[in-house]
């Protein structure tokens, strides 16, 4: 006999697509949760398109209000926030370069800098766009394709400061507890390069997007 659950008493198994009981999770655990279950669920074994498979796991999501409507990871943290009122302590930051340099980077790990505003090290920005036209602003010049790498970062590893830097300097300003530094002021973010190596999101996660 099959046991018979109320709509938000569960939701799709991150493994099997199948309906198992619904688990309250802090907000960090439930993206992590909601990111593997994207990543099986997407997979299209030997076949064009979605398989059988994939379209009743879709169905069945839709249907029991578990369906993952191809949220970006900014918009996942906006949802949970407003679900839970807490806010994921992550930082997303991005560096642009040119598409053979983003390769040796995610293969090697990045070379900081000597010297820089915020001292020696790997720097970095919040803001994509501004990563993307710096990416393009460099391959251009090198005559190369853009591209831009991303980190994920705790927001507790984050050193903030408004101090206007007097030119460039090669005082290392990270630390072991605080290897990213953040003028909020300036802008500029400077990432210790063997922590950036660690945090570097190297294959992004698939989403499922609804079929129109």
Same mark, same amino acid.
């Given at each position: 006999?099959?046991?018979?659950?109320? #709509?938000?008493?569960?939701?799709?198994?991150?493994?099997?697509?199948? /309906?198992?009981?619904?688990?309250?999770?802090?907000?960090?655990?439930?993206?992590?949760?909601?990111?593997?279950?994207?990543?099986? /669920?997407?997979?299209?074994?030997?076949?064009?398109?979605d398989s059988p498979l994939i379209q009743a796991l879709r169905?069945?999501?839709?249907?029991?209000?578990n369906y993952a409507e191809g949220k970006t990871y900014s918009q996942? /943290?906006?949802?949970?926030?407003?679900?839970?009122?807490?806010?994921?302590?992550?930082?997303? /930051?991005?560096?642009?370069?040119?598409?053979?340099?983003?390769?040796?980077? #995610?293969?090697?790990?990045?070379?900081?800098?000597?010297?820089?505003?915020?001292?020696?090290?790997?720097y970095v920005t919040p803001d994509r766009k501004k990563a993307e036209k710096y990416a393009e602003f460099t391959s251009k010049q090198r005559k190369k394709k853009p591209a831009v790498v991303s980190y994920r970062v705790p927001a507790k590893k984050v050193s903030k400061t408004d101090t206007i830097p007097k030119g460039l300097t090669s005082q290392q300003k990270t630390t072991k507890e605080k290897p990213v530094v953040q003028n909020t002021r300036t802008g500029h973010v400077a990432m210790d390069a063997d922590y950036a190596n660690k945090r570097m999101i190297?294959?992004?996660?698939?989403t499922i997007r609804r079929n129109r």
């Open positions: 006999m099959h046991t018979i659950y109320e #709509k938000d008493e569960v939701e799709i198994g991150s493994k099997t697509g199948g /309906l198992v009981p619904a688990k309250k999770r802090p907000a960090a655990k439930q993206y992590e949760y909601e990111k593997e279950r994207r990543r099986n /669920l997407s997979k299209k074994p030997g076949m064009s398109g169905k069945r999501a839709q249907s029991t209000g996942f /943290l906006d949802e949970a926030f407003k679900r839970t009122g807490k806010t994921i302590g992550f930082k997303v /930051l991005h560096h642009g370069s040119d598409q053979d340099s983003v390769k040796s980077i #995610k293969r090697t790990g990045p070379k900081p800098s000597s010297k820089g505003s915020e001292g020696p090290g790997h190297r294959n992004p996660s698939p």
